[in-house]
């Protein structure tokens, strides 16, 4: 059974650092693109960063480069968000996904990141 345990949540101040970490089991890890999704309050899901497979290349979206840094480390089965320079518009339930081609696809139940002073 696959699980995805997303940790590392919680409530900063603007312009403060959070690393959160998802947790993978039950899957060949190292066969798996690994992408962080948010959901702001009221708000659709969006893509916030992607890491190949291999680690050797990320994909950010326009509104977290230069402050987000996704990475994975395949002896510990983890992927990695670190996110520097919050801002309120941070603020979402932040969700760990894994794919492999178009046809398997999970994911975990999210943690909640706050921005607020």
């Known amino acids: 059974q696959v699980q995805l345990v997303e940790s590392g949540g919680g409530l900063v101040q603007p312009g403060g650092s959070l690393r959160l970490s998802c947790a993978a089991s039950?899957?060949?890890?190292?066969?798996?693109?690994m992408s962080w999704y948010r959901q702001p309050p009221g708000k659709e899901r969006e893509l916030v960063a992607t890491?190949?497979?291999?680690?050797?290349?990320?994909n950010y979206a326009d509104s977290v480069k230069g402050r987000f840094t996704i990475s994975r480390d395949s002896a510990k089965n983890t992927v990695y968000l670190q996110m520097n320079s919050l801002k309120p518009e941070d603020t979402a339930v932040y969700y760990c996904?894994?794919?492999?081609?178009?046809?398997?696809?999970?994911w975990g139940k999210g943690t909640l990141v706050t921005v607020s002073s």
């Open positions: 039950g899957l060949t890890f190292s066969m798996y693109a």
């Open positions: 996904n894994a794919r492999f081609g178009r046809s398997l696809d999970f």
């Open positions: 890491i190949t497979s291999t680690g050797s290349s990320t």
